[in-house]
T-cell receptor, first 112, second 112 residues
């Protein structure tokens, strides 16, 4: 079946270091979404990417969608303690309407 | 503006007991979802409802039933709870298609 793999599972960084999480699909995607979940909280939508090779920025966060639309990445420049949480990618399940399949998530911890 | 409201927030059950998790949204969304979240496994879709009166199975539907009571409310029922159903349950809603999903705060369910 369709799979979305996310790596790494955990990342521990010193405040000020950069962070990247990668999302890889077994199939070509029409689009991809990214969510952030703070510890003890619920997932919150960050962004959606649609076009091949698309790059979007939100302050220190940079999101990329691969040219082949089978992978995506989220890069955080100069992490802050407020970046702590788990980052998920989510992709539509092929031919299944509005259903999403989520990656396993990357848990980011930031040491001050 | 409440968004997506889930009740209860916490629940402890004994094996074999039944219960219903409630979810209501006030954003006039057509689509609603139930997910479960287990450590290291991301979010897995249990059931999906594209509109009032329609429901569809997700990735892990066994042991659960749902009811889309009206456009606002989507409930999840465990008829005979099992320890394997210990998890955090999230309800979400969205506009139709591949649109950002809005999540409730979750229900933390333990089954002994």
């Amino acid at each position: 079946g369709q799979q979305v793999m996310q790596i790494p599972q955990y990342q521990h960084v010193q405040e000020g270091e950069d962070f990247t999480t990668y999302c890889n699909s077994s199939t070509t995607l029409s689009n991809i979404q990214w969510y952030k979940q703070r510890p003890g909280g619920h997932p919150v939508f960050l962004i959606q990417l649609v076009k091949s090779g698309e790059v979007k920025k939100q302050k220190r966060l940079t999101f990329q969608f691969g040219e082949a639309k089978k992978n995506s990445s989220l890069h955080i420049t100069a992490t802050q303690t407020t970046d702590v949480g788990t980052y998920f990618c989510a992709a539509p399940i092929y031919n299944q309407g509005g259903k999403l399949i989520f990656g396993q998530g990357t848990e980011l911890s930031v040491k001050p | 503006n409440a968004g997506v409201t889930q009740t209860p927030k916490f629940q402890v059950l004994k094996t074999g007991q039944s219960m219903t998790l409630q979810c209501a949204q006030d954003m006039n969304h057509n689509s609603m979802y139930w997910y479960r979240q287990d450590p290291g496994m991301g979010l897995r879709l249990i059931y999906y409802s594209a509109s009032e009166g329609t429901t569809d199975k997700g990735e892990v539907p066994n042991g659960y039933n749902v009811s889309r009571l009206n456009k606002r409310e989507f409930s999840l029922r465990l008829e005979s709870a099992a320890p394997s159903q210990t998890s955090v349950y999230f309800c979400a809603s969205s506009d139709p298609g591949f649109q950002p999903q809005h999540f409730g705060d979750g229900t933390r369910l333990s089954i002994l």
